[in-house]
T-cell receptor
Framework: DAKTTQPTSMDCAEGRAANLPCNHS???????VYWYRQIHSQGPQYIIH?????ETNEMASLIITEDRKSSTLILPHATLRDTAVYYC?????????????WGAGTKLIIKP | GAGVSQSPRYKVAKRGQDVALRCDPI?????LFWYQQALGQGPEFLTY????????KSGLPSDRFFAERPEGSVSTLKIQRTQQEDSAVYLC????????????FGNGTRLTVT
């Protein structure tokens, strides 16, 4: 079973910040939070990941609560091309690599 | 291109036929994963290779599913005697296999079993 819960869908106006929440209340101390998105008919695309500290890259920002039980992905200025399913995933590590357990994600619709 | 390439993009098979799905990972990526994605669901792990070694095949749904990566680069997922429940998108992903390197996905093969 997925270790994260996300809203099924969200809307956001074009040009506004899109804030996508994720709960991961059972996360372990050495597990990372990863975000991917999947645009229709394409493979998932990596966005960002983090452990404890907030992270920012050219695509998005990731805010992780101090207790690490939840996080928020922020797309600062959403465009129509950001319409996609967004997956929040907790990394389960074993040996030197890992598998990712995916939930159903949040369908984000950016409206003009 | 520099990304993960999968072929064919679409495959229609009659029930009982065998199919082979190909994945060309990013050059130099030692780890390769196969996932199955049903409509409206997130991807589900099938199997994982590190170079040519198949280190985990716990996600393969039955013994009709077989994956190989003989030279540690291109991988093939084979499904024997396809059934309707095998209809799904099959995604391949690769990464450098170190630390937290993220997965890079191909666009998948959509398999429809009629």
């Amino acid at each position: 079973d997925a270790k994260t819960t996300q809203p099924t869908s969200m809307d956001c106006a074009e040009g506004r910040a899109a804030n996508l929440p994720c709960n991961h209340s059972t996360i372990s101390g050495n597990e990372y939070v990863y975000w991917y998105r999947q645009i229709h008919s394409q493979g998932p695309q990596y966005i960002i990941h983090g452990l404890k500290n907030n992270e920012t890259n050219e695509m998005a920002s990731l805010i992780i609560t101090e207790d690490r039980k939840s996080s928020t992905l922020i797309l600062p200025h959403a465009t129509l091309r950001d319409t996609a399913v967004y997956y929040c995933i907790v990394r389960v590590a074993w040996d030197s690599n890992y598998q990712l357990i995916w939930g159903a994600g949040t369908k984000l619709i950016i409206k003009p | 291109g520099a990304g993960v390439s999968q072929s064919p993009r679409y495959k229609v098979a009659k029930r009982g036929q065998d199919v082979a799905l190909r994945c060309d990972p990013i050059s130099g990526h030692v780890s390769l994963f196969w996932y199955q994605q049903a409509l409206g669901q997130g991807p589900e792990f099938l199997t994982y290779f590190q170079n040519e070694a198949q280190l985990d095949k716990s996600g393969l749904p039955s013994d009709r599913f077989f994956a190989e990566r003989p030279e540690g680069s291109v991988s093939t997922l084979k499904i024997q005697r396809t059934q309707q429940e095998d209809s799904a998108v099959y995604l391949c992903a690769s990464n450098r296999g170190t630390g937290n390197s993220p997965l890079h996905f191909g666009n998948g093969t959509r398999l429809t079993v009629t």
